[in-house]
């Protein structure tokens, strides 16, 4: 099995603001832009086999903006759908719902076009892709690259390391960074977290 890379969308005003920005297809702010730019050292010393982005914009033009090409767009990659919490801070939420945390408590209902998922849902949504990602492995040689979004990356890589959704708790993910799954003696590992050229 080859290296799995995670690259989550440059920043957005809304991610700037701490918004929740889910199905929203809000852009990327400048500076954004210039954090996608700085990752393409950093793409362009890996052989990329196979990548994949979410249909949202800001996903789609930080691939663009990083080099890869030929990139498949899946909606499994689109963030979660956070429902009626949409485009509200956490701590906008937690005025009215005290204690509230994503991973473990999941969202209030939204619209019927985006009613909202479960921890589990966007679990069950993340499992989908890593197979996506293995039958890519299987196929190509080198490395598969995701370009998506901070919380459903952080629910991926709980799934690839076996953990449940929640634990994607324990993964905080910056705009603009690269992050790389391997393997130690055969077993899932992160190799690299939030990375940026120089850190």
Known sequence: ????FLVRHGETSWSRSGRHTGSTDVPL?????????RLVPLIRSHRIGAAFVSPLRRARETA???????????ADLREWDY???EG?????????RPGWFLFTDGVAPGPPDHPGET???????????LAKVDAAHADTEGCVALVGHGHFLRVLTARRLGLPPSAGALFQLATGTL?????????????GWNV???S
Do not use: N, S
């Not at 921890?119 to 892709?129: F, I, L, T, W």
């Open 29 to 37: 702010t400048e500076d954004g832009r210039a954090q996608a730019r």
């Open 88 to 96: 509200i801070t956490t701590e906008e939420i937690q005025r009215t």
């Open 1 to 4: 099995m080859g290296d799995l």
């Open 179 to 191: 992050c790389r799954l391997g393997t130690e003696h055969g077993r899932p590992v992160i190799a």
């Open 83 to 85: 429902g009626g919490y």
């Open 64 to 74: 663009e903006l990083i080099g890869l090409h030929d990139v498949r767009v899946d």
């Open 119 to 129: 921890p589990e849902q966007v679990g069950e949504r993340a499992d989908r892709m």
């Open 196 to 198: 940026r050229p120089g």
